[in-house]
């Protein structure tokens, strides 16, 4: 019996688990943002891009 308890106490106090949530969380919070700013990126670029398309297209 003794052994049992051994055992359900050491399970219960490791914490290996909650060091690999806490890494899926900061990949991807990490990922949200880099999604966020290439998206804002995308945008600006074409708007950029149209821009400049617009000026050829009336310089030609």
């Not at 969380?25 to 400049?52: C, D, P, Q, Y």
Request: aromatic letters at 4%.
């Amino acid at each position: 019996m003794k052994i049992r308890i051994a055992c359900i106490k050491r399970f219960l106090t490791r914490d290996d688990g909650v060091t690999a949530i806490e890494y899926g969380l900061i990949a991807a919070l990490i990922g949200m943002v880099v999604i966020g700013g290439v998206t804002a990126l995308g945008t600006n670029l074409e708007t950029k891009f149209n821009s400049i398309a617009s000026t050829i297209g009336t310089a030609g």
